[in-house]
């Protein structure tokens, strides 16, 4: 596991490149202030943070692709322009994670450093960083739009309700978010596709359920709980998703009948098996920008892209593909209590993706269900392709003839935007230009929840 988790973790090395300033080594106090600061410097400089890599790391980036990656961080974000008053250090063992904010002229980038226990570099990314949340548009003619809480104690998550006027019960969608922390808005950089999703639907007689999601409240929490080791999706995503549905069953505002879900990446990914322990709340399901291939190998092919745009030769990218299939294929090979023993991946425990393994593919659940499904993948999408999405869910389910199934293939971006990006289009840095939610792609999930009515239809 910590040979895939130090490869992995400089998975992002387009435009990044990591090291320490000599003096600094020489201290031990690797900073990402100091890495910062050694990306800017001399050949010297380099030499010294190749020093104090693992061995792991040393393997998976070569000193000879060091050199230049700060000019290519600059021409791609600007100018840098310092360090923001942000460092945080979280406690992963057995390493240490620090992360802090660089200024750029154009996109700020968070760097994350990654030492194991013996103070060495075991990985470094530098990330667009998210920007601020906007402040909240004010409520429409005629749409409440209330504070709720979702579930109960240990876990209650603030959410937001919007809810149209009517004198007759409305139908509702809860949003589940994808991967990550993620806030009720689903803030990505510059945009909020869940806030504009709730705006778009509520002004078509929508009612719209969102939530922080239970790693955003608690992530220290459960980081440092006992029972981190065996958490999976159940505790960060799909329990919390039922709840959802059972405070809008609990609501005379809302009809039960017609309480749908909607899920964006990982969370369309679990909005089959959600709907499949939530005991028949779901009139029907929207999955947005999911597959039906599994996570491990989504994460794969979305680490060496990131590695081929960060200059890997093939003989490395082989490697890296190489140790990414063996793990997987010894987490399958392994018992609950194996998964358990066998640490981390990606600094998430092997449990996690272990316990996915043992479900259906979503496709699977779908089947089984047989409930109103409407499958949406955007033709810009970069992080679940159209060769992931589109035609995966077409080799696997009888678009053309089955009856519950409808589909939309859109001009978007993963967040179902259509952003005028540039140079930055099909990359991270396209979510840091301000957009919203394509009309379209509103309109169609708005017409297919309300033309899905109760169990009577």
Not at 177 to 204: K, M
Request: with cysteine; charged share 20%.
């Amino acid at each position: 596991m910590k040979r895939l988790l130090a490869v992995l973790l400089c998975l992002c090395l387009c435009h990044v490149r990591p090291c320490v300033r000599a003096e600094d080594a020489a201290d031990g106090a690797l900073t990402c202030e100091a890495v910062v600061e050694a990306l800017r410097g001399d050949d010297a400089a380099l030499d010294a943070l190749y020093a104090y890599f693992t061995d792991d790391m040393g393997a998976a980036v070569p000193r000879s692709s060091l050199s230049g990656l700060w000019s290519q961080l600059e021409r791609s974000c600007g100018a840098y322009a310092g360090m923001l008053e942000d460092a945080a250090v979280t406690e992963k063992p057995p390493y240490t994670v620090l992360t802090r904010t660089a200024a750029m002229a154009r996109l700020n980038l968070t760097v994350t450093l990654v030492l194991d226990e013996a103070g060495r570099v075991a990985g470094l990314q530098f990330t667009p960083s998210a920007k601020a949340a906007q402040p909240t548009a004010p409520p429409q003619d005629g749409i409440s739009v209330e504070e709720v809480q979702v579930g109960e104690a240990p876990w209650v998550l603030p959410g937001t309700l919007t809810v149209p006027a009517s004198a007759e019960p409305v139908p509702a969608v809860v949003l589940v978010h994808g991967s990550g922390p993620n806030d009720r808005d689903e803030t990505v950089g510059a945009t909020h596709l869940f806030a504009d999703l709730a705006e778009a639907l509520g002004a078509q007689g929508i009612a719209v359920l969102r939530y922080d999601k239970r790693t955003l409240v608690y992530g220290a929490e459960m980081a440092q709980s006992p029972d981190y080791a065996t958490l999976t999706v159940e505790e960060e995503t799909i329990q919390d998703a039922i709840a959802a549905a059972r405070l809008l069953q609990a609501d005379d505002r809302i009809d039960s009948d017609r309480i749908f879900l909607l899920g964006h990446s990982l969370g369309a990914m679990l909005a089959p098996r959600i709907a499949a322990e939530s005991e028949g709340m779901f009139r029907g399901l929207i999955l947005a920008c999911g597959t039906d291939r599994s996570l491990a190998e989504i994460l794969r092919r979305q680490t060496l892209d990131a590695c081929t745009g960060a200059g890997m030769d093939g003989e490395q990218l082989q490697a890296l593909g190489a140790a990414f299939d063996a793990e997987m294929a010894l987490l399958s090979g392994l018992d609950a209590d194996g998964a358990v023993e066998a640490g981390t991946t990606l600094l998430t425990p092997a449990y996690y993706f272990w316990e996915m393994q043992q479900h259906p593919a979503p496709s699977g659940y779908l089947t089984q269900l047989a409930l109103p499904t409407l499958l949406i993948g955007g033709e810009r999408d970069f992080q679940v392709t159209p060769r992931e999405g589109r035609e995966t869910w077409a080799e696997v389910l009888d678009l053309e003839n089955t009856p519950w199934l409808s589909a939309l293939w859109a001009d978007v971006n993963h967040l179902l935007m259509r952003p005028e990006a540039g140079e930055m289009a099909g990359t991270a840095a396209e979510y840091q230009l301000p957009c919203t939610l394509d009309k379209g792609v509103a309109d169609a999930v708005a017409a297919f929840i309300l033309t899905n009515g109760g169990n009577d239809q």
